[in-house]
Nanobody
Framework: QVQLVESGGGLVQAGGSLRLSCAVS????????MGWFRQAPGKERRFVAT????????NYADSVKGRFTISRDNAKNTVYLQMNSLKPEETGVYYC?????????????WGQGTQVTVSS
């Protein structure tokens, strides 16, 4: 079974930056689109960004466009999320996820999450 392990979270001041990483086990990483999601305290998990299997296509939530960058290194089985100009409302647990093999555009393999706290 595939495993996804996020890292790179932490405490940062508003306006600061963090780079999240997600290491994925298995030999089929390069076959799948990957995504990042955020769950704020007491709220539903929300989409942040997604990247196609080869990195050629990316998509972002409107609120993070121009500040966040999703990327991947298929040789390292890792997907990244560079977050700049962070805002306090972006505090939450950040999850990476792998696209489903059954229903395109949905995600069915998830990591355990990494906490990001943005102080004002």
């Amino acid at each position: 079974q595939v495993q996804l392990v996020e890292s790179g979270g932490g405490l940062v001041q508003a306006g600061g930056s963090l780079r999240l990483s997600c290491a994925v086990s298995g030999r089929t990483f390069s076959s799948y689109a990957m995504g990042w999601f955020r769950q704020a305290p007491g709220k539903e998990r929300r989409f942040v960004a997604t990247i196609s299997w080869n990195g050629g296509s990316t998509n972002y939530a409107d609120s993070v466009k121009g500040r966040f960058t999703i990327s991947r290194d298929n040789a390292k089985n890792t997907v990244y999320l560079q977050m700049n100009s962070l805002k306090p409302e972006e505090t939450g647990v950040y999850y990476c996820a792998r696209e489903s093999t059954v229903v395109s555009g949905t995600y069915d393999q998830w990591g355990q999450g990494t906490q990001v706290t943005v102080s004002s």
